[in-house]
């Protein structure tokens, strides 16, 4: 039996992925998230595909003329960028943004909605609801920093990146620039500094060799459990203001970065550094900004 002709495995029904309760993780598209999506996706490959793009946004980019007909050779995840190789040398780039999702259906199955893209296989259909960003690659990949998701992770490479920028960064800030390491999304940025006991806002020079590491090991590890359908439950990440689970302490939170996104630590558990503003961190609830082109 052809293995990629058989149905997707550990999909919900309406095939996004796990959603659970408030208290654990949701799953968004951050590297595992992405990870899963090109999994889902191999049951294409082979194929040639019949491709529409429903939504206006992705009609006037006119990939459809460029790709209907062609032959999916590849998908692949590198970071948070999803890149689809068709036959012929096109590649087409798909990053999630906040609110995307792939969809793995039956070829026949109604599609509801407008999404951003359908590739019609011999037996399932890819529909992509959210895209924000898809395009035919530029080389966008190669600008990137190691995989975290990598099997195995080259850590030693992601460490030599977050050394030879300005250590007086913030070492949160330095996790979400894709320059340096692909994959990690904000929520698994405050996950993995919690599980290694490092403030978001400590300077890289006063981060250790092997509190970095720790932190790194940390990501891919929470990461990778995941993507393999490992549950567990958010430690510090949008629980701003309840009781962080090692020590009791109010997890607070405060923007962070040029993209001023929202970071999440527990003061006690993660010491060492402090918000650069004399204003008290929030503690009610929070607001949530965009992203730079090469931040997660």
Known sequence: ????????????PNGAGLILDGSTFRVVPEGDAVHRA????????????????????????????VLDGRRLEAVEAVGKNLLLRFEGGVV????????????????????????WLVLRGEQYAGVLYGGSVLELDRGV?????????????????????????????AVGDALLDQRLVAGI?????????????????????????????RALEAAHRLMEGRLDGVLGRRQVYRRVGRPCPRCRTAIRSWPQGDG????????????GG??????????????????????A
């Open 1 to 12: 039996m052809n293995s990629k002709r058989l149905a997707p495995r550990g999909l919900t």
């Open 38 to 65: 090109a999994r889902r996706l191999q049951t294409l490959v082979g194929d040639e595909v019949e491709v529409e793009t429903p939504h206006p946004r992705a009609a006037v980019k006119q990939l459809g003329p």
């Open 92 to 115: 087409l780039r798909s990053h999630m943004r906040m609110k995307g999702r792939w969809r793995v259906l039956p070829r026949d199955e109604p599609i509801f909605g407008l999404p």
């Open 141 to 169: 990949a190669r600008w990137l920093g190691p995989d975290i998701l990598a099997q195995p992770p080259d850590l030693h490479g992601v460490f030599r990146n977050l050394r030879a920028i300005p250590q007086t960064r």
């Open 185 to 213: 999304g904000n929520m698994w940025k405050a996950e993995c500094l919690w599980a290694a006991e490092l403030s978001p806002w400590r300077r890289l020079a006063d981060v250790s060799d092997d509190e970095l590491r």
């Open 260 to 271: 001023a996104r929202m970071t999440y630590w527990c003061p006690q558990c993660q010491p």
């Open 274 to 295: 402090d918000p650069p503003t004399p204003l008290r961190p929030r503690t009610g609830p929070t607001l949530f900004k965009g992203e730079g082109p090469l931040r």
